[in-house]
């Protein structure tokens, strides 16, 4: 969901840069980003706990390089559901391990879903399960062939 005007969290340029830098590093300690920002190491601290409490640091995680353990194949997927079921279908999708984003579109799909495969058989296997549930209606898959950009983890628009 997009937020609401009154529900968008006001940022300064510290914040920005705490947030820079714990992107960069995430185990980055308060005491070096206090000494990177010239503030106290309270202040860090302070921030970043606002910024949790306000929901605009989801959580501290690593960011993983899936081909690294064998999941080379990247596939976008458009799913047709039957009317009704979306919200039940996606949740329900959304918790298999070779799926990553999940999103509500508009358009001739009512969904698009990222996964990661080990491999065309890995993906064939998920593209069938998801048509014989009896919710799905159709599939379209594309594999991607080159990944030029992969961030969700970007700071680059905070800035505006």
């Keep these: 969901m997009i937020p609401?005007?009154?529900?968008l969290v006001k940022i300064d340029d510290i914040d920005r840069k705490i947030i820079d830098l714990l992107n960069e590093d995430g185990r980055m300690s308060y005491r070096n980003i206090s000494r990177i920002l010239d503030v106290s190491v309270g202040t860090v601290h302070n921030r970043v706990e606002k910024l949790v409490k306000k929901g605009v640091i989801k959580k501290f995680v690593p960011v993983i390089d899936h081909s690294k353990l064998g999941y080379k194949l990247t596939a976008i997927i458009g799913v047709k559901v039957k009317g009704g079921v979306l919200r039940n279908w996606e949740t329900r999708t959304a918790y298999h391990k070779n799926v990553l984003a999940v999103y509500d579109v508009t358009g001739e799909f009512d969904a698009i879903l990222i996964g990661?495969?080990?491999?065309?058989?890995?993906?064939?296997?998920?593209?069938?399960g998801l048509l014989s549930e009896g919710d799905v209606q159709r599939t379209y898959t594309q594999t991607v062939l080159n990944i030029v950009k992969e961030d969700m983890t970007s700071t680059k628009m905070i800035g505006d």
């Design 116 to 128: 990661k495969f080990k491999d065309t058989g890995e993906l064939d296997s998920f593209i069938k």
């Design 4 to 7: 609401m005007d009154d529900d």
